[in-house]
Nanobody
Framework: QVMLVESGGGLVQAGGSLRLSCAAS?????SGWFRQAPGNEREFVAA????????YYADSVKGRFTISRDNAKNTVYLQMNSLKPEDTAVYYC?????????????????WGQGTQVTVSS
């Protein structure tokens, strides 16, 4: 069982930046970030392969968010720039036992508890 702990959420004004971190208690392969706003379903944000050589983003964040990882620290990051009020949500880190990148939440085996990101206008 791998435990994931997110950090770095908070309140920021529109146009600002935040960096989320996700520390894992063990080795993981593909990792991703998802988010869920009140009244909405959980949606895919970004994913990264174990090597970091492959990444994939939702269209809504492409060009603004960057996912990266440091395997020596078992940590995955999400750098969020040019934040918009519609980015407000609880952000969840997820990790998979498998190596293929996937946007479906059901393909991920481990989840963090979530961290709140609020963007004010």
């Amino acid at each position: 069982q791998v435990m994931l702990v997110e950090s770095g959420g908070g309140l920021v004004q529109a146009g600002g930046s935040l960096r989320l971190s996700c520390a894992a208690s063990g080795r993981t392969f593909t990792s991703g970030w998802f988010r869920q706003a009140p009244g909405n379903e959980r949606e895919f944000v970004a994913a990264i392969s174990w090597s970091g050589g492959s990444t994939y983003y939702a269209d809504s964040v492409k060009g603004r968010f960057t996912i990266s990882r440091d395997n020596a620290k078992n940590t995955v990051y999400l750098q969020m720039n040019s934040l918009k009020p519609e980015d407000t949500a609880v952000y969840y880190c997820a990790a998979s036992k498998f190596t293929s990148i996937d946007t479906a939440a059901g393909r991920y085996d481990y989840w963090g508890q979530g961290t709140q990101v609020t963007v004010s206008s």
